[in-house]
């Protein structure tokens, strides 16, 4: 990786935009610390200390901290990726968005376009709910309706300023802009992650005992970076031989392919939308400041992943299942919406392909078919590991929970790898360039 980094630094055009890149980053870092004017940036770190759940853990990893300070990126991207995310269901559902994702690069920019209007409109609803809501309570110096309205247009327009610095990314940069800007919110949180775990497990040991305490979380660390890595390369590879056919006075095809079925078919998407599922009605209680002792505040805790494997209160334990069962379903859900074994196999018999021992048309679909759900099954299982491990943690030895693993490793690993292999790609072009040019 770092031979294929130098190799870009010394090509002109792949330097100029890894430095692009890195302004952009380093703009993201500053507006982090810019506060919305008007509102108390200590609000949600005391709001933290004092809650005994984690409602706003995963989404304040995502956004860099910036949520619990307040800045103009407190909602960073996360409107962007749940637009996103809607507007590819709603591709599915509408025969009218299928058409245009089928129309080429101008279908495509169209639903880009949707996407952005859908993005604003998301954050403009959740910044509301932030000032109102938390308001009130002592997120705004002076609660009256100026104060709202400027929380919640700064909010917003930073919001819509990270998705377009995600675009420029995308265009002028390396990689995929949003999925660096995410990626970067959540490494931006490793320091205060490594303070937590040196505080919990290292400081006031024995030197012999820290040490042993140290290589055994740097092991467990590793091997869940490992594990993630497995599973998000991980494939089986489909046969498709092709027969040959006259086409004028030459014989063509013949050929053999194969095709790619990713073991993790659905991505982070399952522990994203579970998670989500989970946490809202947790979320939205945050704002009425719910009373636990009562029928509906023990549901809540059954819901929410900070009650979960504590010793002294296994009962709450049950919303794991709950929680696991959500990854399964949501796996398959997205697997079925993303992937069409009968288009697949159709597309196959019309190119005059075959997958050895399996006849052409519904029978391949059914193969494929099958196939899949085996391949979603030990996908969904390896998300609920990687998900599941850190919720163990955090409620055995109340420790608060960790940015960098769980869903955000799963994110982590998706986009270096990605990133990695967009820059490896372009100095491979380069140097087909370069050789064909001498």
């Known amino acids: 990786m770092l031979n ?10 792949l330097r100029k935009k890894l430095i692009f890149t890195a302004i952009m980053l380093v703009v993201i870092r500053f507006g982090s610390q810019l506060p919305v004017p008007g509102v108390e940036t200590s609000f949600f ?35 962007y990726i749940t637009s996103s995310i809607i507007m ?20 495509r920019r169209k639903i880009a376009e949707y996407t952005r209007y859908l993005t604003v ?15 009130a309570q002592g997120l705004l110096i002076q ?11 700064a909010m917003t327009a930073g ?9 420029q990314i995308t265009e002028y940069g390396i990689g995929n802009g949003i999925s660096i800007v995410l990626l970067y919110n959540i490494v931006s949180s490793l320091p205060s992650d490594v303070n937590t775990l040196y505080t919990r497990f290292l400081a006031g040991q024995p030197i012999a005992f820290a040490a042993v305490y140290a290589v055994i979380i740097l092991a467990c660390i590793v091997a869940m970076v490992v594990f993630v890595i497995i599973l998000n390369d991980g494939e089986r590879r489909i046969p498709v031989q092709y027969s040959q056919k006259m086409v004028g006075r030459r014989m063509v095809g013949g050929q053999s392919s194969h095709i790619p079925l990713k073991v ?6 399952p522990v994203i939308f579970a998670s989500s599922i989970m946490s809202f009605p947790v979320v939205i209680s945050q704002f009425f400041q719910p009373d636990y002792t009562t029928i509906g505040g023990k549901i809540l805790m059954v819901l929410n992943s900070s009650y979960w494997f504590r010793p002294e209160m296994p009962v709450y334990s049950i919303g794991m299942v709950i929680y696991l069962v959500l990854i399964v379903l949501f796996a398959y859900f997205y697997t079925s919406i993303t992937f069409n074994p009968l288009e697949v196999a159709n597309n196959i018999k019309k190119a005059g392909g075959f997958i050895p021992g399996i006849r052409p048309g519904k029978p391949t679909s059914d193969y494929l078919n099958n196939l899949l759900n085996y391949i979603v099954f030990i996908g969904a299982c390896g998300l609920i590991i990687v998900s599941i491990v850190p919720i163990i943690v955090s409620g055995i030895f109340t420790v608060s929970r960790m940015s960098f693993l769980g869903t955000s490793l799963i994110i982590i690993v998706s986009v270096v790898l990605e990133t990695y292999k967009a820059i490896e790609s372009q100095v491979v072009v380069r140097n087909y360039k370069g050789f064909l040019s001498e």
């Open 264 to 269: 993790n078919t659905a991505g982070v998407i």
């Open 45 to 79: 770190a005391d709001f933290f200390a004092n809650q005994t759940t984690d409602a706003f853990g995963f989404f304040n990893a995502m956004t860099g901290g910036s949520f619990s300070s307040m800045s103009v990126f407190a909602l960073s991207i996360t409107p």
């Open 159 to 167: 919001s819509a300023f990270l998705m377009w610095i995600g675009e």
């Open 88 to 107: 590819q269901l709603l591709t599915i559902a509408i025969p009218k968005l299928e058409e245009m994702q089928r129309e080429g690069e101008d279908g």
């Open 4 to 13: 294929t980094l130098r190799n870009a630094w010394k090509v002109k055009e």
């Open 121 to 135: 409109a998301l954050a403009l609803l959740e910044s509301t709910a932030m000032a109102v809501g938390f308001g």
């Open 143 to 153: 609660y009256n309706a100026w104060s709202v309205i400027v929380a919640i247009a």
